[in-house]
């Protein structure tokens, strides 16, 4: 039985190990400080880096968190306080709804919704449509993280005179921070590798992006437009792509989990 | 025991009597029911809490007596689907009548809980938190409240160098005083508390106790406790609940030499429960 459990382990963690491996054995190679600081170079000539689609993917990021961190939390809230009302089944069901949706669909939603009617393709609407894919999952984390919180909590902030929106606020939403900022990092670094969403919303610029209304390059979409290339200098260059946007995600992971355990040893002393 | 043994004519309920050498009323039930859902489970409690003393409550488990505590601030309003007839005043104003502020009640009648329920913050930001929600106090007078209720909870000489460690740190006695000291940093009138030692060892229990027998020159208390010696020990009146209905209700030294009903006696004996 052990055996074959660790035959499983094995199993699981071989995918990782290979990827993390082939990642870093190709892509370092291309990395160098030009990559992080300068912009593509034309098709023919080598050289040049990708610091507009790195940029570009911390953007799109930060503006998909904007929305849908208020938003996933406060839905989350409402679902963990009213559980039995027929609003907080319908946006539970919406959100696991939400959440299978194929991301390329998503990218379409939001082409329609922001894409056509500004008629030009922005790092908006790219943000837009992860924004759309990280709301169901911070949702459904931070409501069952609240729902972990002892009612005994509650109770001891409701008795001490306290409204039930006080009580949420400054005693059972704090209890659960530590699990919702994990859940948060997770949807991040979810979607921090998606492509399909973005091809046809945020699109790819091979320059800087000055404003949010703009085209605006990303990591994943750079790396599917120099893979399928047939230049052996952009293969390289989007191996070391693939390294950075791994980079980041494990930042993201590391970051959760540094966070995660700051915020419970002020929770369990 | 069945519900038609407890309403056997030889069982009545018995009205509290009124003493000359007892204190002023400040609590008081009449003939008050509470339902969960359709279930009823409390019938026609009558009781009145005399100011500055221990009452205590106690019972078999189910008995109500719990419930009865809970509905005294209002905290089993938060329960879903339940319902009170009758009536609970405070100072001769009915609680449950309509232009009564919840929380201004809460903020009058303080509750300690069965388990120790410190919230995830310092120690100080526990004491100061109903200060804080309460916006009674100003900042500048901050630290000097939250002292003053340390104290009064016999916690201050314990934590008085680690204020801003987390609570959680404290150990089960020491979170139980500091419920105790937090409930108390609002100033309540009534100060109820739910079986406040029965998760306690026995030197964190006489801690608590003692702390009660100190507490009710200023505070009017009620106790709900399982333990018989407990209830003999700190309060001065006390109720037996039995199936939702308050069997007897005397001076403590009374009930547990001379109680009036057969059935109080089995019970404080130990013969059931």
Known sequence: MSTLCAAAVVLALLPLGFILFYIVSRGISALNPAFFTKLPKPSGETGGGMANAIVGTLKLIGLASAASVPAGIGAGIYISEFPGSRTSTLVRFCADVLNGVPSIVVGIVAYGLVVLPMKRFSAIAGAVALAIMMVPIITRSTEELLRLVPVSLREGALALGASRARAVWSVVLPSALPGIITGVLIAVARIAGETAPLLFTSFNNQFWAPGLDQPTASLTVQIYNYAISPYDDWHRQAWAGALVLVAIVLAFSMLARVATRRLERMNVG | ?273
């Open chain 2, 1 to 273: 025991m069945t519900p038609t043994e407890l309403e056997a004519p030889g069982v009545t309920v018995r009205e509290p009597e009124p003493r000359s050498e007892d204190a002023a009323v400040r609590m008081e039930t009449r003939n008050l029911d509470f339902f969960y859902e359709h279930v009823q489970a409390l019938h026609g409690v009558s009781l009145a809490i005399a100011e500055n003393s221990v009452t205590a409550l106690i019972g078999p488990s189910g008995c109500g007596k719990s419930t009865f505590l809970r509905c005294l601030n209002r905290m089993n309003d938060i329960i879903p689907g339940t319902r009170v007839v009758g009536d609970v005043l405070l100072d001769d104003i009915d609680i449950y009548k309509g232009d009564v502020d919840v929380v201004d009640l809460r903020r009058r009648v303080g509750m300690v809980f069965q388990k120790s329920n410190p919230f995830p913050k310092s120690i100080f930001e526990n004491v100061a938190y109903g200060l804080k929600i309460n916006r009674t106090v100003r900042r500048s007078q901050m630290a000097e409240r939250v002292e003053k209720s340390l104290r009064e909870a016999a916690l201050w000489d314990e934590v008085k160098d680690r204020l801003d460690d987390p609570a959680m740190g404290l150990s089960g006695g020491q979170q139980q005083r500091l419920c105790i000291a937090r409930a108390l940093a609002i100033d309540p009138e009534v100060l109820l508390m739910d079986e406040p030692a029965s998760a306690l060892d026995p030197i964190a229990t006489q801690k608590v106790e003692e702390l009660i027998y100190h507490l009710k020159t200023s505070y009017t208390i009620v106790i709900v406790t399982h333990n018989m010696q407990q209830a003999a020990r700190v309060s001065d009146r006390t109720a037996f609940f039995m199936m939702g209905r308050l069997v007897e209700y005397d001076r403590t030294d009374k009930m547990f030499t001379n109680p009036g009903e057969k059935i109080t006696e089995d019970y404080i004996t130990g013969r059931f429960g």
